[in-house]
């Protein structure tokens, strides 16, 4: 009988491991891994492409849907780009709004991540406990754009509107009784920021909660400990950003090197990693979750006292809202404009990054002085974990190919675009 | 612009000199352009010299320049038939000349260094050739490896010593290179399921495109010669 040396297996693209569609082939040998070479691109729409084809306000929407776990941070970097050509400055408090929706948005990110890469490496239980706080966060985006994801709530000068006084509540129905409705809407009685800062009192103990169920968990060190270790000059070499390169001991953090908005007013600390492992790479996103809180709660009470525009007044870009539109010729012109053609960006180039939940999110906008950009480039972190999957998991054994998926924080939305 | 980046900037131009040209800049981004014979030795340099620094490359981006600049709606004097949303779509332009116009095709690298906290941006020109050509940095930055593979796919442009350069987000048996300018919004290509062959069949694409909103340049006096030639933004 032949004997078999190494032998190549196929994985995904539908996998319930691979978060979404992921092929990846495998050259095994016996069953350790020497070479993984990923299948990309099953999701890609070439929104790269479409956003050539329309006005700028038009692909903020694209943005949502790039990485649709952190949603607005991918509209941020969008919106920074243009902001930067266009040269407007952002008003404080739209500022403040925005960096409570990007820690908002990370806190989303991470905790599905936490869920995913728990129900990947067997802890099921953290995919109902991070659900349960993901839905309060998801209201947030419900109660300031309308839409539970997919928000389009970051424009270029500001964001839609301003921050709502009251939160949507439950709607009585034949499935929850009227016990349960006032239970759930008990915490929706105040304004978004009461709603909020509710969630920020209870949200530590919810990271101890997880902690508890992982942290010290025999299986759980077993599955990440020593697990696909990159050391940081690797981690520098291969273009890993956030968690990634944090998780490797660089104290790397855009938030705080090459602040934008408010980040510089903020008091928050950067979780480093000492070995480069999944758990340390664990362990800095728990902590992120913490800090992120923080940041939360600073914004929450700067809110509460300061009051202001949320948009630029320049109806140049931002269109003039309806009723100014109703009653005033030159509004109705720049809102007919704005709506029909959109605003030109002057003639050049600019590159906008912002610190993703995932790492470095980046816009880089070519305009030629038309309405529409002519080349839009998105930097997508995930695209350069991925590249380094097959160094990340030579050697290791089959089951920790899911572990470093994970590890990665992988959303095809934007590895694909 | 910062003083960190005049000063990066004055100690570009003194090491590298000819090599490289300062692009102007909207937003106070530096900018070189590189000859792409001189590429990697650049690179190299500004990867391992230590007042460079630049350990990391954040991204690698192909451009394709060939419908620069131009728009598809007059907007300089008025029309005897008044204003029409209706564009006549132009026919694409394929360009299947064997030497390409020579500033058609540019990979723009972002580099960043750590270190230093600044960024960089690198642009190089591939030059007449068809294919485009340009040197590989997977041997200087392991990162670029897919970023490579991604502008290749794209674009078309070969990088001459990448160690695996096939295409990664098309799919597999895909012709042409999407984001070049002559390959249109729409594609070439639609797929429908064939009952008779029982199999998934490609055709070419059926429906008319049509331009939503036309494309515009206008005129305007804000961004107007002075501040395009401000170098600190």
Redesign the interface.
């Known amino acids: 009988m032949a004997e078999i040396q190494s032998y190549t297996m196929n994985f995904g693209p539908q996998h319930p491991a691979a978060h979404g569609v992921l092929r990846l082939v495998l050259e095994l040998e016996g069953e350790v891994i020497q070479r993984a070479d990923p299948h990309v691109g099953l999701l890609h729409r070439g929104t790269e492409k479409l956003a050539e084809s329309k006005p700028y306000n038009q692909t903020i929407g694209y943005m949502d849907r790039l990485d649709y776990v952190s949603m607005m941070c991918n509209e941020h970097a969008y919106v920074m780009a243009i902001e930067k050509m266009l040269g407007v400055e952002v008003p404080i408090r739209a500022q403040y709004i925005r960096v409570m929706f990007d820690e908002v948005t990370r806190i989303l990110n991470h905790l599905l991540w936490l869920a995913g890469h728990g129900l990947d490496i067997g802890a099921m239980t953290m995919f109902l406990y991070c659900f349960r706080e993901r839905e309060d966060l998801m209201d947030c985006y419900e109660a300031v754009s309308g839409t539970r994801m997919h928000a389009t709530y970051y424009r270029p000068g500001g964001v839609y509107r301003d921050l709502p006084d009251s939160m949507p509540k439950y709607q009585e129905s034949k499935f929850r009784s009227k016990k349960e409705i006032d239970r759930l809407n008990s915490i929706r009685e105040g304004s978004l920021l009461d709603f909020l800062e509710a969630f920020t009192e209870k949200f530590p103990g919810c990271v101890d909660e997880y902690e508890t169920l992982l942290t010290d968990n025999r299986i759980w060190k077993q599955r990440t400990v020593n697990i696909a270790v990159v050391s940081p000059e690797r981690a520098m070499q291969l273009g890993f950003t956030g968690p990634m390169l944090r998780g490797s001991g660089v104290e790397w953090d855009l938030r705080k090197k090459q602040p934008y908005e408010v980040y510089d007013k903020m008091d928050f600390d950067i979780p480093v990693g000492l070995n480069g492992d999944c758990y340390d790479r664990y362990l800095v996103r728990i902590e992120e979750m913490r800090q992120s809180n923080r940041i939360i709660k600073q914004c929450i009470d700067w809110l509460r006292e300061n009051s202001g525009p949320v948009m630029v007044d320049d109806h140049k870009v931002v269109a003039p809202t309806r009723v100014e539109m109703k009653d005033d010729m030159e509004s109705l012109i720049h809102h007919f404009k704005l709506f029909t053609e959109g605003y030109c960006v002057p003639e050049g180039e600019a590159y906008a990054a912002v610190e993703h939940p995932k790492g470095e999110f980046g816009i880089y906008i070519v305009s030629d002085g038309a309405n529409k950009p002519y080349r839009v480039k998105i930097r997508a972190p995930g695209f350069a974990h991925l590249s380094a999957m097959s160094e990340m998991v030579e050697g290791h054994m089959l089951a920790d190919v899911v572990a470093v998926i994970g590890t990665q924080d992988i959303v095809f939305g934007e590895v694909d675009r | 612009m910062t003083d960190r980046y005049e000063t990066l900037a004055a100690r570009i131009d003194e090491r590298f000199g000819e090599q490289v040209t300062r692009v102007a800049?909207?937003?106070g981004?530096l900018?070189y352009e590189v000859d792409k014979g001189d590429l990697h030795a650049v690179a190299t340099s500004l990867r391992n010299e230590g007042e460079f620094g630049f350990?990391?490359?954040?991204?690698v981006?192909g451009?394709?320049y060939l419908s620069?600049?131009r728009?598809e709606w007059a907007t300089s004097s008025a029309t005897g038939t008044g204003f029409s949303?209706g564009v006549e779509r132009e026919p694409v332009i394929l360009d299947e000349s064997d030497e390409f116009d020579p500033k058609r095709f540019a990979v723009?690298y972002?580099l960043l260094s750590?270190h230093h906290?600044i960024?960089l941006?690198l642009r190089a020109f591939t030059g007449t050739d068809n294919p485009p050509m340009i040197r590989s940095v997977v041997d200087i930055?392991?990162?670029?490896?897919?970023?490579e593979r991604?502008v290749f796919d794209m674009f078309g442009i070969l990088f001459v010593g990448h160690p695996d350069l096939r295409r990664?987000?098309?799919?597999y048996g895909f012709i042409g290179h999407?984001?070049r300018k002559d390959f249109p919004?729409i594609g070439n290509v639609e797929v429908s399921y064939d009952a008779e062959k029982g199999r998934v069949a490609y055709q070419p694409v059926s429906i008319e495109p049509r331009?939503?909103?036309?494309?515009?340049?206008?005129d305007?006096n804000?961004?107007s010669e002075d501040?395009?030639d401000r170098v600190d933004g």
């Not at chain 2, 350990?55 to 991204?59: A, G, I, P, R, S």
């Open positions: 800049s909207i937003c981004e900018t350990e990391m490359l954040v991204d981006c451009v394709d620069y600049g728009a949303r723009v972002h750590i906290n960024r941006r930055w392991n990162g670029a490896n897919w970023f991604e990664i987000l098309t799919d999407p984001f919004l331009t939503l909103v036309p494309r515009v340049i206008r305007d804000r961004y501040l395009k």
